[in-house]
């Protein structure tokens, strides 16, 4: 199983935000082909670089992305 690319991961995430508002780590998991650890070390990686926030619990994260990434306009609100 081959994984993809940071470009290609922006990509994925773009198309996927076009058709969905929230992201889970196994949606994630899925479109990027990793595992689970690889998924959360990646997911926790763009919280920190503030392009996906979790709206959900921390122990149950939903990430939403952040305006101006992943196709998501920079006047839309960050809200829950």
């Not at 689970?36 to 959900?56: F, I, M, P, S, Y």
């Not at 149950?60 to 305006?67: E, G, K, L, T």
């Amino acid at each position: 199983r081959l994984e993809v690319t940071a470009n290609q991961h922006v990509m994925k995430l773009k198309e996927y935000f076009a058709d969905h508002d929230v992201l889970i780590r196994s949606d994630f998991q899925a479109l990027c082909g990793m595992a689970r650890t690889t998924a959360n070390v990646h997911l926790k990686r763009l919280q920190q670089e503030g392009k996906l926030k979790n709206v959900g619990k921390p122990t149950q994260p939903i990430y939403r992305a952040m305006p101006g990434y992943y196709g998501v306009s920079r006047d839309a609100k960050a809200g829950r």
